[in-house]
């Protein structure tokens, strides 16, 4: 079992920016998965990054490319979203979400992933 807490999310205004914090309660296998999704009110949950614990691949939704920076420590236990340049549809409820094991084909894929945190709450509103 992994457990994962994250912190970081909150209220901030059009143009500014948050950083998101995933700690795993163990480290994640080179060649498993850390993503963050995201759910909006009355929407259905989205893949927004994801990195590759071993290698540092990274994959990102065309939402947020350019503007999102996912990232991990070298351990392998937190994973980091960099959110620069918000905007008010960045806002949702953010769920960091991992895997021990991924076919990398698979990554933004939300069954893919079998521990998911409790979720932090991103606002963006002038």
């Known amino acids: 079992q992994v457990q994962l807490v994250e912190s970081g999310g909150g209220s901030v205004q059009p143009g500014g920016s948050l950083l998101l914090s995933c700690r795993a309660s163990?480290?994640?296998?080179?060649?498993?998965?850390m993503a963050w999704f995201r759910q909006a009110s009355g929407n259905e949950r989205e893949a927004v990054a994801a990195i590759r614990p071993g290698a540092g691949s990274t994959r990102y939704a065309d939402a947020v490319k350019g503007r999102f920076t996912i990232s991990r420590d070298s351990a392998k236990t937190t994973v980091w979203l960099q959110m620069n340049s918000l905007k008010p549809e960045d806002s949702a409820m953010y769920f960091c979400?991992?895997?021990?094991?991924?076919?990398?084909?698979?990554?933004?894929?939300?069954?893919?992933?079998?521990?998911w945190g409790q979720g932090t709450p991103v606002t963006v509103s002038s």
């Open positions: 163990t480290g994640i296998n080179m060649n498993g998965a």
């Open positions: 979400a991992v895997a021990q094991i991924m076919n990398w084909q698979f990554v933004f894929t939300e069954g893919a992933y079998n521990y």
